[in-house]
């Protein structure tokens, strides 16, 4: 292996991007990704056999493969014990790493290249301008020229208007709210979803090609698989929805100078101190998911891109310097479900149809936008996630609510079959709350209870009065959005608080790392994931915000080691 | 019920616990539509409990067992109240015991332990005196129970107990017809337009 100048932890959604960024420049990079990697001919059988060790050529990316492993079905995807698409090694004869949780709750993350961005829903909102400008080293100013680069390349566009859009559009319409024709967001309102998701092509509507040929061509095809891990296109770097793993990573391995060994847990960073620059990192500790055996490899820098809850545990077990904002500042986004049941004569006049059909378009397709409280977004997904995030999750039993007039939890037996019943007639309400930081709230480790990679992180959260108040105004906002739409009956989930899907802040930018995201304690040490935002960007998706600020940070490591 | 091909080797007793909590949860009922009444397969009958079991030791802590016995000791709290018997310390709960209780009975067992109205230090390790574990494999109990029925994990049929790399679809999942979901696509062409587009804000 030739030496490196760059090596990245996680080939995930900043990974990837660092990765390319760098090896435009003519950097030689090296990602060690911890899970496996679909679509690609050096592992053929990602699940079940180790396969080769490195990958950095274009022509080893296989879509056939790829299709094969994303086979569009929830559970073969998305179980999070066992499916494709979960947090643990490659080989599903071993079970998903261990986290000691303190509350209620999962982290719900993807190993594998393109991490979590694999069953992400791509959407791509810029964060609100007042919460970057408020609180963090950089301004919004500074800032928009790398969303504008990410935006192009991704590239980002607004989601398509299928059934469920237009039901919202007209409940959003009718309460009140104008529509939102900007990406810089600093008044409330409605929009279509800005996502990085192809369109679809000019002859999505011609009746000569078939769903299937559709398939096989370059644009979405409104199959509402996002979440279940998309498969749609021609070619691994042309999948409709732009996962790392199908836009960076391809775009990385053509600047021939970016290498990839999945399949590698990066469990401690090497320093030394050298007496001009002080503490530097120079190395990383790693151990192969496959065959336990570890190695050491150098690089003059060194990235962290292991994700809000790795990256910090990954700090603390290779005992780097104290800060007291080491892991945490977690926000979550404090998320929620609100769900409104339509009544198929309700639906014909608005949709022209009797049907909202979930599963059909953009897994998340419409939002509303609110600056001070948060997001809401509509979600669409396949029965079995519908009935386990809306109906399962609940804090306690089901309960009528009498302020708002809608009901209130978790719903089982002859209740649960009614409701899954009428799916086909239900829309989905996802709420994202502007999550205050909390240094109480973050990720530690467990010395006494260590996996094969090391003390396990142990996650703490508990969301502040303040953010639960905007969240109570948030689910108000959706459940009257669905009322104004018709909607029969409204169910508020009532998510328990540790449910983790937007992950972010554990590294903050001005505190942990500076405004180019080095280690203030560790030179030549940088991070570029979700770890280094500064707060929870006012409710905004953190992946396009993390993929700016990596351009950002690319630029700034070329600039001043290179 | 449907035939089972491909039985694992929990417990008797464990299963049977796995089946009661099931059927509490997605019961099999008969429901009355427009075109007349139709039976529904519930959770036991589409092999859920299987579903749950071989979750829970697939866990980086296999918790099958552990949870089977969890459910028995809250069945005996629920017994020991109800017929005030002397003292939860005079005897173990038989294995089982969780099955033994009534439907609503049942439920109220898994609120007592979700409620943690059990004393916590009789309880099996790694859940004695751990009330976030307790809650947490509540929840997961719910989430599976309704992720395992209403996805195609039972149409893999005489394939669905293998390692997931190894499981093929070989029915339509019964549960699909409960909910018209019709199945992974290919696409769909209901297409409506852009109500925004990026090129409408290059002037931004």
């Not at chain 1, 691994?236 to 990385?252: E, F, G, H, M």
Request: proline share 7%; aromatic share 10%.
């Amino acid at each position: 292996m030739q030496k490196q100048d760059v090596i990245v932890i996680g080939a995930g959604g900043g990974g990837a991007v660092i990765a390319k960024e760098l090896g435009e420049q003519g950097l030689h990079v090296l990602i060690l990704e911890a899970g496996p990697w679909y679509g690609n001919k050096m592992w053929p059988h990602p699940n079940t056999e180790a396969g080769g060790v490195s990958s950095r050529c274009p022509n080893d990316l296989d879509v056939g493969l790829f299709k094969e492993n994303y086979n569009r079905l929830e559970n073969n995807m998305n179980n999070q014990i066992t499916g494709k698409l979960r947090w643990g090694p490659a080989n599903r004869e071993h079970p998903p790493w261990n986290r000691s949780y303190q509350q209620r709750g999962f982290v719900w993350q993807n190993s594998g290249v393109g991490g979590t961005t694999q069953h992400y829903l791509a959407n791509s909102p810029r964060a609100f301008p007042a919460s970057i400008d408020s609180e963090w080293p950089l301004t919004y100013h500074e800032l928009v020229p790398y969303y504008e680069k990410v935006e192009a390349e991704l590239p980002v566009e607004f989601a398509p208007t299928t059934s469920k859009e237009e039901l919202f559009y007209f409940g959003a319409r009718k309460a009140g709210w104008d529509l939102l024709a900007t990406l810089n967001v600093e008044a409330p309102g409605f929009r279509p979803q800005p996502n990085a998701i192809l369109p679809p092509n000019a002859n999505f509507l011609n009746p000569a090609y078939s769903e299937e040929q559709l398939s096989w061509m370059e644009g979405c095809t409104l199959a509402g698989h996002c979440i279940n891990g998309c498969p749609i296109g021609p070619s691994v770097d042309k999948i409709a929805k732009r996962s790392t793993n199908v836009s960076y990573v391809p775009l990385a391995l053509k600047t021939g100078n970016v290498e990839i060994l999945p399949n590698t847990f990066s469990y401690n960073i090497i320093t030394e101190y050298h007496p001009e620059e002080g503490l530097k990192a120079i190395g990383v500790k790693v151990r192969n998911t496959w065959t336990g055996v570890r190695d050491e490899l150098f690089a003059d820098c060194i990235i962290v891109a292991a994700g809000a809850i790795e990256t910090p545990r990954l700090w603390l077990n290779s005992s780097l310097p104290v800060n007291q904002w080491v892991g945490r500042g977690l926000v979550n986004h404090q998320m929620d479900m609100v769900t409104g049941i339509f009544n198929e004569k309700d639906l014909l006049p608005i949709l022209g149809c009797s049907e909202v059909n979930p599963f059909v378009g953009h897994t998340s397709g419409a939002r509303l936008d609110h600056p001070g409280l948060g997001s809401i977004q509509t979600i669409g997904t396949s029965p079995g996630l519908m009935a386990s995030f809306t109906y399962a999750l609940g804090k306690s039993g089901a309960t009528q609510s009498e302020q708002y007039g809608i009901q209130k939890g978790r719903v089982m037996g002859k209740e649960l079959i009614e409701l899954m019943g009428d799916y086909k007639s239900s829309l989905n309400i996802l709420i994202c709350t502007d999550d205050e930081v909390d240094i109480r709230n973050g990720v530690s480790v467990l010395t006494e209870t260590p996996d094969e990679n090391g003390p396990i992180p142990s996650i703490r959260y508990t969301p502040t009065t303040n953010t639960l108040r905007k969240k109570r105004k948030l689910v108000k906002i959706a459940a009257d959005i669905l009322l104004q739409a018709r909607a029969r009956k409204v169910i508020h989930s009532d998510w328990p608080d540790g449910m983790m899907i937007h992950i972010m802040s554990t590294m903050r930018m001005g505190y942990v790392v500076d405004q180019n995201c080095e280690s203030f304690q560790v030179n030549r040490l940088f991070i570029a994931d979700n770890s280094v935002l500064n707060n929870g960007l006012g409710s905004a998706n953190p992946t396009l915000t993390t993929q700016a600020i990596a351009v950002r940070t690319a630029e700034q490591i070329y600039k001043k080691y290179f | 019920m449907l035939s089972s091909t491909n039985p694992r080797n929990w417990a008797y007793t464990t299963r049977l616990n796995f089946m009661a909590i099931v059927d509490v949860l997605i019961p099999s009922i008969v429901r009355t539509s427009p075109s007349g009444w139709t039976f529904q397969y519930g959770g036991v009958d589409l092999y859920v409990w299987e579903y749950l079991l071989m979750l829970f030791d697939n866990l980086p802590t296999p918790l099958a067992s552990e949870t089977s016995q969890l459910l028995d000791l809250s069945a005996f709290y629920e017994y020991q109240e109800r017929y005030n018997l002397l003292s939860a310390y005079s005897f173990p709960p038989c294995n089982g015991l969780f099955s033994t209780l009534p439907r609503k009975d049942r439920l109220m067992a898994i609120d007592r332990l979700h409620n943690l109205q059990v004393p916590l230090d009789t309880l099996p390790v790694p859940y004695q005196n751990n009330p976030v574990l307790i809650r947490i494999m509540i929840d997961s109990i719910y989430q599976l129970t309704y992720f395992g029925y209403y996805s195609e994990w039972f149409g893999y049929g005489d394939t669905r107990c293998n390692p997931p790399s190894f499981r093929q679809l070989r029915t339509y999942p019964i549960s699909w017809t409960y909910t018209g979901y019709p199945g992974p696509s290919f696409g769909y062409r209901d297409f409506r337009g852009f109500l925004l587009k990026m090129q409408n804000l290059k002037s931004e």
